[in-house]
């Protein structure tokens, strides 16, 4: 069955980086979609970037020229690199994938960025 396991997150502080990952098993990873969200507390989850099977991306204003998204095909993980991070970024990321006109969720990796 699909199952999408996401690592790496953490505390760090205002300006610091961090890069998520997301592997990914039971389906074919490299003609999937991948998107990761992030949804903090008392707030509506929210897309934060996404790429398409082709490597085509896209990204919410508020992150964008700060996060990159990537993709290994070879080791059927997607990451999120996170850069000149702010508090307001403190949330729980979650990686998504639609499979069969199914989406499916990771159990999330929270994110924290504070001094």
């Known amino acids: 069955q699909v199952q999408l396991v996401e690592s790496g997150g953490g505390l760090v502080q205002p300006g610091g980086s961090l890069r998520l990952s997301c592997a990914a098993s039971g389906f074919i990873f490299s003609m999937n979609p991948m998107g990761w969200y992030r949804q903090a507390p008392g707030k509506e989850r929210e897309l934060v970037a996404f790429?398409?099977?082709?490597?085509?991306?896209n990204y919410a204003y508020s992150v964008r020229g700060r996060f990159t998204i990537s993709r290994d095909n070879a080791k059927n993980t997607v990451y999120l690199q996170m850069n000149s991070l702010k508090p307001e970024d403190t949330a729980v990321y979650y990686c998504?994938?639609?499979?069969?006109?199914?989406?499916?969720w990771g159990q999330g990796t929270q994110v924290t960025v504070s001094s």
């Open positions: 998504n994938t639609i499979h069969q006109s199914r989406l499916y």
């Open positions: 790429i398409t099977s082709g490597g085509n991306t």
